[in-house]
């Protein structure tokens, strides 16, 4: 048995992007439009909902326990809760007092912690205040005039709701109501104003293509017609540019000096490598991302700028998207990529590095725009397309499946580590393999010509 890969590398498919706000905000497109990558679909100006914290262990006034926190909870995670709303009860013998808990805020349940106790309320942010103004000199009983002497912070000091923000020789104090940065320390007034800062958010189309479908007040779905592949690795956010071969087989790798002034604002392919130094030369020169068979994971820590989140990546403040077909290390791209690549080299391709490998798996992707209108293709075509979209690319759990002969597959343990080639035979009888353990094994065809003897288990199979 090997492992099934999941994999997409499809020449041509519908491609269904939802271009999403992640707050309410104001949608620029119609049903039907044509769109190209960098169309401005939906934009917002919202205020970033605080989380707050609440301590089970506090408000119960006892320890708490795994078994405990389930049962007092009366909410879970994803719910959306009211102020003042109860979201656990307690109550620890009948004739005691019922103990309540009550959201701070409107929000959603972000997070439960079973062995802490503590429950993350994320606030609402069309409920939040933009602004509050704090009488601070009428709190404290001082004059206007000498509110400063009595402040513990700044104009342009960032503050979080609750911190003592002035106070009369330790006796009394004055807090700050809500998070943000103080704008004025008003001497006449006596007041301190602290302002949350308002984000500015946008989302492009990303591909080229039509709009199908407008969400309210979020954004569109968009769809479009075109190559389709998706990578095992990747950093940087979303890119568009002009695909550019830099070398002349999927076992090359980036050569340093091919890169030239012609990279500027180009989406790179490589084969089997890309080193720090190569990636580093394409970043000057104006490059707009790469896409290679493999790359050494400390230096996509370099590209990045810090150490790489070991669950979600594509949030780096990089401007390089790079994304990795097969894996770390020297890795040879798979042909059928490295053709759809090829074939397509100069056209346009909008890339993704996001990578998610955390409750509910992402994968980086390559969107390649073959030219075609995809409602002329729909109607011509007598064999329609693969549909992928976000519920397509959902990840079911790893399943395995029986080798045939005729397979393609690729290597997953040293010491063919990343090489390809095809099933072609399959000995009834389990045999000693170079490990001198006897295990069920796969004589396989390798790309290039050799032949060798390969564990199941060790082969991940790709059936399109």
């Known amino acids: ?168 020789d330790g006796t009394d104090f004055v807090c700050a109501p809500i998070s943000g940065v103080v704008e004025k320390i008003c001497p006449l007034t006596g007041t301190i104003t602290i302002v949350r800062p308002i984000k500015h958010t ?54 340093e000096g091919t890169i030239d002034e012609r990279v500027r604002g180009k989406i790179l392919v490589s084969g089997s490598f890309a080193s720090l130094e190569s990636v580093q030369a394409a970043r000057e020169r104006g490059a707009l991302g790469l896409i290679t068979g493999g790359m050494n994971q400390l230096d996509l820590v370099h590209v990045a700028g810090r150490e790489l989140n070991t669950g979600l990546t594509g949030q780096e403040d990089a401007d390089f998207t790079v994304v990795i077909l097969e894996g770390f290390g020297r890795a040879a791209m798979n042909q059928e990529s490295w053709e759809i690549l090829k074939r397509y080299n100069g056209r346009i391709a909008s890339i993704d590095g996001t990578t998610q490998i955390r409750a509910g798996v992402i994968r980086p992707e390559i969107i390649i725009d073959t030219g075609e209108d995809i409602q002329t293709c729909l109607s011509e075509s007598a064999a329609q397309p693969p549909v992928i979209s976000d519920e397509t690319n959902s990840v079911p759990p790893v399943t395995y499946a029986a080798l045939q002969i005729g397979d393609r597959v690729r290597c997953t343990r040293p010491p063919y580590f990343g090489l390809w080639g095809t099933v072609e035979d399959l000995p009834e009888e389990p045999g000693e393999v170079e490990c001198e353990a006897v295990l069920e094994a796969a004589k396989v065809r390798l790309d290039d010509g050799s032949l060798i003897t390969v564990p199941q288990a060790n082969l991940e199979v790709f059936r399109r």
């Open 1 to 168: 048995m090997a492992v099934l890969s999941t994999l997409k590398v499809l020449e041509k498919a519908v491609i269904r992007k939802e271009r999403k706000l992640p707050t309410p905000g104001e949608v620029l497109v119609s049903e039907g439009d044509a769109v190209t990558p960098d169309t401005l679909i939906a934009k917002a100006e919202y205020v970033r909902g605080n989380p707050h914290v609440i301590d089970l262990r506090s408000e119960l006034r006892q320890p708490v326990v795994p078994e405990l926190v389930d049962r007092v909870m009366i909410k879970r995670v994803g719910d959306i809760v009211k102020a003042r709303e109860v979201i656990a009860r307690y109550q620890k013998g009948f004739w005691s007092e019922v103990i309540e808990v009550t959201s701070p805020c409107d929000g959603v349940i972000e997070y439960i912690s079973r062995t802490q106790g503590r429950v993350v309320i994320r606030e609402d942010p069309r409920s939040t205040k933009p602004a509050a103004i704090v009488a601070a000199a009428s709190r404290l009983n001082v004059r206007p005039a000498f509110l400063r002497l009595f402040t513990r912070v700044r104009e342009g000091d960032y503050v979080y709701e609750g911190k003592i923000i002035a106070d009369l």
């Open 202 to 255: 946008k989302v492009l189309a990303h591909v080229r293509g039509r709009v199908s479908k407008i969400i309210p007040n979020y954004g569109a779905l968009v769809e479009t017609i075109g190559g389709y592949i998706q990578g095992v690795f990747g950093i940087g956010g979303e890119c568009s540019g002009e695909l550019m071969m830099m070398c002349d087989g999927p076992d090359l790798p980036l050569d």
